[in-house]
């Protein structure tokens, strides 16, 4: 209580957010309790009944959930191999340029999608890929085939990928480009007259900079990897490729409010989806602490 006392104004400015996190984040974790009941809309939430383990029974034997499970980690896992390596280069190169003016510059152009909400991006993409958009209008002007990217599901899934990297490439970067500003200067002008090359020091400096941030990153990837991006997906897909396309969130949103299946069922698919991630994070963490040598979250 002492150290209290003696920092309340450090404890008065983190107060606001234990608030929010309290209430937004563990008061309504009592709702968990759907995924076992019966949920009645008279009775409230502690007064349905337990229906032993029903949902859970529907969860599993339903064929969108089996496919939407799928999709969602198929896509997690391109995201980590495609997706997460781009901004650890960009930061790299970014580094490489010496000319500050034109760095800023180029931290700008990169920063500056992710601000576009997917909401508003999704309408450009379909103006520009669609079947009647600019660039099918342009390939018929030229006497060429129509393209079909939004409704092939290998094609879509490629765009999904790339207007992620086009959007989050440059912000992802900065936490990088952080930790690289953290290092000496005097490293690289101590190798650079020992005669270290540009790579040499990339090597021997930056690297093992860059490689402890981007473990703690990886772990946080891998403890979200059933988190398959709602916004993007939701509004860039269509029902031709709900096949390849379809993830958790998605199918949660269409089981609570359009296929109305109640939300003990959707209730039961979140808690599934967050007992899968705090797995894989702490599977992770571990790997990290005890394979790569590297420190983790804990």
Known sequence: MREIIRHKYFYLMVLPLILFYIIFAYIPMYGVTLAFKDFNY?????????????????????????????????????RLIIEFPIPIVLAIMLNEIRNGRLKR???????????????????IITSLLSDQGVVNQLLQLLGMEKNNILTSNGSF????????????????????????????????????????????????????????????????????????GFDQIFNMYNPAV???????????????????????FSTTVGLLKSVINFVLLFGA????KHVLKEEGLY
């Open 42 to 78: 008279s009775l409230g939430i502690m007064g349905s009944p337990w229906n032993n383990f029903q949902n859970f029974k529907d969860v599993f034997h339903n064929p969108d959930f089996v496919k939407s499970f799928r999709n969602t980690l198929f896509i997690n896992l391109g």
């Open 105 to 123: 510059v180029y931290q700008t152009v990169f920063t500056f999608p992710h601000f576009i909400s997917w909401v508003v991006l999704s309408g």
């Open 157 to 228: 899934l490629g765009l999904v990928f790339a207007s992620n990297v086009w959007k989050e490439a440059g912000w992802s970067s900065i936490i990088y480009l952080a930790a690289i500003s953290g290092i000496n200067p005097e490293l690289y002008e101590a190798s650079a007259i020992d005669g270290a090359n540009r790579f040499q020091q990339l090597k021997a400096i930056t690297w093992p900079v860059l490689r402890s941030t981007a473990a703690i990153l990886l772990i946080l990837a891998v403890g979200g990897i059933m988190n398959g």
């Open 242 to 264: 709900y096949e390849r396309s379809d993830i958790l969130d998605t199918f949660v949103y269409r089981s609570a409010f359009t296929d109305a299946t109640g939300f003990g």
């Open 285 to 288: 963490n571990f790997i990290v």
